[in-house]
């Protein structure tokens, strides 16, 4: 039994990290918007145009014990919640690849393959590991702050579910705004700053943020009338000064291109403001099915390579999504949660697979 459910485990982990043999928009982009109450907001998108991904909410109770999956098909450290959550789950419950705490953290993992080395797995060492895919669920319900994250970090093993499957870097933010980005590099976990509070994919951080450099000249407004030996030229139309955004669906252009929407979205004044601002943001990082796909490979079935869309409120403790099947956004409050008596809960994102249309009646 333990070894078909392993056998499973892998399975998921395959098609989440291995990418299928081929890069199918495996994708994430990450911002973050501060607004003038205080609120701090992180917002992402979830892509995956393999498959559907399934997704699922989980409601977890302080006091709620785990277990992480080991690569030998065997159970590794065990966890236990000292702080309640609402996580979004792919492939699997215990897969959570975005959540918040009740005490305002937000954890999430982001696609990083080609770039990032775990420790091997030690079964020596199994009840200080903890598989990649199970980070978040195990941050969530352990700490407060990205301080308490990165001391944990320092006392446990992070390995892979499956040997041979990509690896992953996180995303830790805290109701103050401050975020660190973790990424674990020839077996040794480097954390990051980002005051940015931008994340997409490989290569990893620090090459990013270098990279932005090589768009200096990009700005919000138009770009100024020119003459050139006599020759009056004026630009076509307004937001000519980001000519040269790069606009191809690669973690550098999208990294870049949320960079730029990001800085230049007017501030907004309450946290709820900000999170319908996010949302208007990565309408711009939607993958449509068939953009990852050769001329002689049919699409998967699904409607969008972007499966998910999520934002949290840090400050009001409110955890929003939306999904490829119903653009609603929806809305878990964690302030109305008793996380002391409330029992677990995993749901899926759609109880329904279809856009819902309204239809309109004249008279």
């Known amino acids: 039994m333990k070894k078909r459910c392993f056998r499973g485990i892998a399975a998921a982990a395959v098609l989440l990290l291995a990418g299928l043999g081929a890069r199918r928009a495996d994708a994430c982009t990450g911002i973050t918007l501060k607004a003038d109450d205080g609120s701090h907001v992180v917002a992402r998108t979830i892509e995956w145009g393999g498959s ?50 009740e005490e305002g953290l937000s954890a999430g993992l982001f696609y990083f393959p080609g770039y990032g080395r775990y420790v091997e797995f030690d079964a020596a060492q199994r009840g200080a590991s903890i598989a990649d895919l199970q980070v978040v669920p195990w941050i969530l319900g352990s700490c407060r702050t990205v301080d308490e994250v990165r001391e944990a970090v320092g006392r446990v093993r992070i ?22 980005v973790l990424e674990i590099i020839d ?81 907004q004044a309450t946290g709820e403001s900000a999170v319908r601002c996010s949302f208007q943001i990565l309408n711009n990082f939607d993958i449509p099915i068939g953009v990852e796909f050769a001329a002689d490979q049919t699409p998967t079935d699904i409607p969008s390579a972007t499966q998910w869309t ?28 008793d996380f002391a008596r409330v029992k677990y809960r995993s749901e899926p994102l759609d109880t329904v697979k279809e856009q819902p249309v309204t239809l309109v009646r004249v008279k």
């Not at 989980?58 to 236990?80: C, E, I, K």
């Not at 934002?311 to 964690?334: G, K, N, V």
């Open 52 to 101: 559907d991904l399934n997704s699922r909410y989980v409601v977890v109770p302080r006091g709620y014990v785990q277990h992480s999956f080991a690569p030998d098909g065997g159970q590794a450290m065990a966890f236990t919640a000292r702080y309640g959550y609402v996580g979004l789950a792919v492939e699997r419950s215990e897969f959570v690849a975005e959540g918040l705490n």
């Open 310 to 337: 999520s934002a949290a409120d840090l400050l009001h403790r409110r955890l929003y999504y939306r999904t490829m099947y119903d653009s609603a956004i929806r809305c878990f409050d964690l302030t109305t949660i």
């Open 159 to 180: 390995v892979s579910v499956y040997p041979g499957a990509s690896t992953v870097h996180w995303r830790f933010t805290e109701p103050s705004g401050r975020q660190l």
């Open 187 to 267: 077996g040794e976990p480097r954390f990051y700053e980002n005051r940015l509070g931008v994340l997409t994919n490989s290569p990893g951080f620090e090459w990013q943020m270098t990279n932005l450099c090589n768009y200096v000249n990009l700005r919000g407004g138009s770009a100024s009338d020119l003459t050139m030996d006599g020759v009056e030229l004026a630009p076509f139309g307004a937001g000519s000064g980001m000519l040269g955004l790069p606009g191809d669906v690669t973690p550098p252009s999208r990294f870049v291109r949320a960079a730029f929407y990001q800085t230049t979205a007017p501030r």
